[in-house]
């Protein structure tokens, strides 16, 4: 292929996903040292579309990115199909929040893809550290980074270890869909929230049968279930705190330092930042960690913005939460 195109997408086995539906990655061209992906963000998707936003949710492009590495990483350094991938950190930052606006077309977005480390092994290949520059409509919108690693399928049992059979049992309860800004109950990652001023904690609702976040079955807890937990447990409280609806997601940082393992409770914890009036707009940040069995498993922090005009919203949003 020379040139990017958005008619079709990319094999879904490049992108390790089982439905077509769920792959974003449209396209992929290497040409004189330099890398371009072509993504397309539907405009009505059941899970990253399900809120009260007018603008793509910025975790979706976090999905998308992720999704252009394993195919960076298949078609241009020639991981074989079957190696398994550890999201290590990512690091996403919006430039400008208009750009995401849901318009009347689906959104094409064009990757520029730099190559900012490679990690080796015994001198081999074994991870990398990828850029991604979101360009759409001609405009640089958001820019995101990548660290992950691999191993091959025959090493995966030496890095997962023993791993206890999952007991099948029904999710535990979900906190409201209103109080995290979402309209589906399926979508919901957080137990009831627990909030004591800017202070919060929730249990991680793990569904292994939710069609976006389990596409495929894993053998532990996806970091995007995570990522939506810790997203989630801000939202909460900063609509009970701080009296904010929904807010857009401007900047989200979140690492990942073991494995989450789905037999096991895993807490999310919030911490939230003072209100900052920044333009037309209030922002917030964050800090989030998740811990299980005593350990902490990841961390996050990310700033949310909400439009000041939206104050009626806001609080009759918060007050559904209480």
Same mark, same amino acid.
């Given at each position: 292929?020379?040139?990017?195109?958005?008619?079709?997408?990319?094999?879904?086995?490049?992108?390790?996903?089982?439905?077509?539906?769920?792959?974003?990655?449209?396209?992929?061209?290497?040409?004189?040292? $330099?890398?371009?992906?072509?993504?397309?963000?539907?405009?009505?998707?059941?899970?990253?579309?399900?809120?009260?936003?007018?603008?793509?949710?910025?975790?979706?492009?976090?999905?998308?990115?992720? &999704?252009?590495?394993?195919?960076?990483?298949?078609?241009?350094?020639?991981?074989?199909?079957?190696?398994?991938?550890?999201?290590?950190?990512?690091?996403?930052?919006?430039?400008?929040?208009?750009?995401?606006?849901? !318009?009347?077309?689906?959104? =094409?977005? @064009?990757?520029?893809?730099?190559?900012?480390?490679?990690?080796?092994? =015994?001198?081999?290949?074994?991870?990398?550290?990828?850029?991604?520059?979101?360009? @759409?409509?001609?405009?640089?919108?958001? !820019?995101?980074?990548?660290?992950?690693?691999?191993?091959?399928?025959?090493?995966?049992?030496? /890095?997962?270890? !023993? @791993?206890?059979?999952?007991?099948?049992?029904?999710?535990?309860?979900?906190?409201?869909?209103? /109080?995290?800004?979402?309209?589906?109950?399926?979508?919901?990652?957080?137990?009831?929230?627990?909030?004591?001023?800017?202070?919060?904690?929730?249990?991680?609702?793990?569904?292994?049968?939710?069609?976006?976040?389990?596409?495929?079955? /894993?053998?532990? !807890?996806?970091?995007?279930?995570?990522?939506?937990?810790?997203? $989630?447990?801000?939202?909460?409280?900063?609509?009970? *705190?701080?009296?904010?609806?929904?807010?857009?997601?401007?900047?989200?940082?979140?690492?990942? *330092? =073991?494995?989450?393992?789905? +037999?096991?409770?895993?807490?999310?914890?919030? &911490?939230? +930042?003072?209100?900052?009036?920044?333009?037309?707009?209030?922002?917030?940040?964050?800090?989030?960690?998740?811990?299980?069995?005593? *350990?902490?498993? #990841?961390?996050? &922090?990310?700033?949310?913005?909400?439009?000041?005009?939206?104050?009626?919203? &806001?609080?009759?949003?918060? #007050?559904?939460?209480?």
């Amino acid at each position: 292929m020379h040139r990017l195109t958005f008619s079709r997408t990319v094999p879904r086995e490049l992108v390790h996903r089982a439905s077509v539906a769920e792959v974003f990655v449209t396209s992929l061209v290497e040409r004189g040292g $330099q890398i371009a992906v072509g993504v397309q963000l539907p405009r009505s998707h059941a899970f990253y579309r399900d809120s009260v936003t007018g603008h793509h949710d910025p975790v979706a492009f976090v999905e998308a990115g992720r &999704q252009a590495c394993l195919a960076v990483a298949h078609q241009c350094f020639r991981v074989p199909p079957e190696a398994r991938f550890v999201l290590r950190r990512f690091e996403l930052r919006v430039h400008d929040p208009d750009g995401l606006a849901v !318009t009347g077309a689906p959104c =094409d977005a @064009i990757l520029h893809c730099q190559v900012v480390r490679r990690f080796t092994h =015994d001198e081999q290949l074994c991870g990398l550290h990828l850029r991604h520059r979101f360009e @759409i409509d001609g405009s640089h919108v958001l !820019t995101a980074d990548f660290a992950f690693s691999w191993v091959l399928e025959h090493e995966w049992a030496a /890095v997962r270890g !023993t @791993i206890e059979p999952l007991r099948t049992s029904p999710p535990p309860a979900r906190c409201a869909a209103a /109080v995290v800004g979402r309209s589906c109950a399926r979508n919901v990652v957080i137990g009831p929230p627990h909030i004591d001023g800017v202070f919060a904690r929730a249990a991680v609702v793990v569904d292994t049968g939710h069609p976006t976040l389990f596409d495929h079955p /894993v053998d532990h !807890t996806p970091g995007m279930v995570l990522v939506e937990a810790v997203r $989630q447990l801000a939202t909460a409280c900063a609509a009970v *705190s701080a009296n904010l609806g929904f807010g857009l997601v401007t900047a989200l940082r979140c690492r990942f *330092s =073991d494995f989450t393992e789905l +037999g096991a409770e895993a807490i999310c914890h919030c &911490q939230l +930042g003072a209100v900052q009036t920044v333009g037309d707009a209030r922002e917030v940040d964050a800090w989030c960690w998740i811990d299980q069995s005593g *350990s902490a498993v #990841a961390d996050a &922090q990310l700033r949310m913005r909400f439009p000041v005009t939206a104050d009626a919203e &806001q609080t009759d949003f918060a #007050a559904r939460t209480c």
